[in-house]
């Protein structure tokens, strides 16, 4: 139905339609409360198909809460410090942003492994910095991207002297 709310879909939703139907918030309630066992159930399924994988797919993404401008007025899910947003810098949209990471496991195949939602801390791009700068130092230093390699160990020895 394409709805990305529940209070939508509730609206929507007419009272003889389903019957005994609760209102949203209780059901907002019992879906957290449900979720680990959701989650058991989903991880327990997922194994059943990772039996025969050998490689997995690892990316993350900003789950972004309010435009990067509100950042300083918003209250959502400020409640808890160690669980609280914060602001992130997206490299691939070369942009700050407000909010979470997503960061995902996947088979080739495309089923989920893990999920995890943690701070989209700013401070973590310090230590990107740090990887791409030595990756910066292997392409000038050892010239990795200069190939006269003709067989596979032959090319994997250069960024690894």
């Known amino acids: 139905m394409s709805i990305d709310s529940e209070n939508s879909l509730f609206k929507q939703i007419l009272p003889d ?30 194994s059943h198909f990772f039996e025969f ?6 990316d993350s ?9 509100r950042h300083n007025r918003i209250k959502i899910c400020k409640n808890e410090f160690e669980a ?6 997206c490299s691939s949209q070369n942009s700050w942003f407000y909010g979470y990471k997503l960061h995902g496991v ?19 791009r ?7 700068t030595l990756f910066s130092q292997l392409c000038d230093q050892f ?4 190939n006269y390699a003709k067989s596979f160990q032959g090319f994997k020895t250069r960024p690894e002297r």
Do not use: Q, W
């Not at 609760?22 to 449900?34: A, Y």
């Not at 310090?126 to 791409?132: A, G, L, P, T, V």
């Not at 010239?143 to 200069?146: A, D, E, K, P």
């Open 17 to 46: 339609e389903i019957p005994n139907l609760i209102e949203c918030s209780p059901f907002n309630k019992r879906r957290g409360k449900l979720f680990l066992f959701s989650e058991e159930g989903r991880t327990k399924l997922a």
């Open 53 to 58: 994988e050998n490689y997995f797919i690892v």
């Open 61 to 69: 993404m900003p789950l972004e809460i309010c435009k990067f401008s």
């Open 84 to 89: 609280a947003p914060s602001k992130g810098f």
């Open 106 to 124: 996947c088979s080739i195949n495309g089923v989920f492994h893990s999920l995890d939602i943690t701070k989209a801390d700013y401070i973590f």
């Open 126 to 132: 310090k230590s990107r910095k740090r990887i791409e």
């Open 143 to 146: 010239m990795i991207r200069r």
